[in-house]
């Protein structure tokens, strides 16, 4: 059984949640509850779950509030956190940045269901929770260009400088990451959810495959159909649709 807690000021909230749980993910117990920031770190310290269920809003804060008091006394939670929230586009964001996950309020079984998943997957590997410090710093800043990504592998969530880069190619219903000085990683996730998370970084993305990092471009070649090369030497189809709009790119640089 995986130890959890559940930190919401809605009763009746904690309750619908428990039920989900119990219905839909029977492999997570909840050990205990608090209802606001406060008894939250209280609960946290006493019990040391394994997954935090997180409302942001709380009474007396935020569950962002929780994270930060724990930051300040030096203590690093050692626990998988998922936040449920109202829909608050920033927030959201944010969370997609860190490698953090969510719940959209009312929550949706299906999703929690894969949330779960996810925590059962990982529960086991040695993270080192650095992408909650990410998160942190993304809230604490309240800016939407950030700096940093967090990106769940096989073997952990690793941190790397959006600007480090290259380019991104989708593999089925994954996402390989070429990044510099780096090997290749691996991402469970779309090339379309990145596509929107990177687009406002200077990313483009040039055909059903490839989600290119503008600044790693070398040139454009318009023979043989239209392709890239990017500083990697890799040399990147560029889809019918996407070739205007490249050459447009092009032009304003």
């Avoid at 490839?210 to 090369?229: C, E, Q, T």
Wanted: net charge negative.
């Amino acid at each position: 059984m995986i130890k959890a807690i559940l930190i919401d000021d809605d009763k009746n909230l904690r309750e619908g949640m428990k039920g989900l749980l119990t219905r839909f993910a029977p492999s997570i117990k909840i050990i205990g509850e608090a209802d606001s920031v406060t008894t939250g770190i209280e609960v946290i310290d006493a019990l040391e779950p394994q997954v935090v269920f997180l409302d942001i809003q709380l009474t007396d804060g935020t569950g962002f509030d929780i994270l930060e008091k724990l930051s300040e006394r030096n203590k690093t939670i050692k626990t998988n956190v998922v936040f449920i929230t109202a829909h608050e586009q920033y927030a959201i964001k944010a969370f997609r940045f860190s490698a953090l996950d969510f719940l959209l309020k009312p929550v949706d079984p299906e999703e929690l269901q894969k949330v779960i998943e996810k925590i059962e997957a990982v529960i086991e590997k040695k993270n080192d929770y650095s992408h909650i410090d990410l998160l942190l710093e993304n809230i604490r800043k309240n800016v939407d260009n950030f700096k940093r990504i967090a990106l769940s592998t096989s073997d952990g969530i690793h941190l790397f400088d959006i600007s480090d880069i290259i380019r991104c190619e989708s593999a089925d219903n994954y996402t390989k990451f070429y990044i510099k000085n780096t090997k290749p990683v691996l991402i469970s996730k779309t090339l379309k959810e990145y596509e929107e998370l990177l687009k406002e970084h200077n990313f483009e993305r040039i055909h059903q495959s490839h989600l290119i990092n503008l600044n790693y471009l070398k040139s454009y070649i318009k023979k043989d159909g239209g392709y890239v090369v990017m500083t990697d030497e890799s040399r990147l189809p560029i889809s019918q649709r996407k070739r205007e709009r490249l050459q447009e790119i092009l032009k304003s640089m």
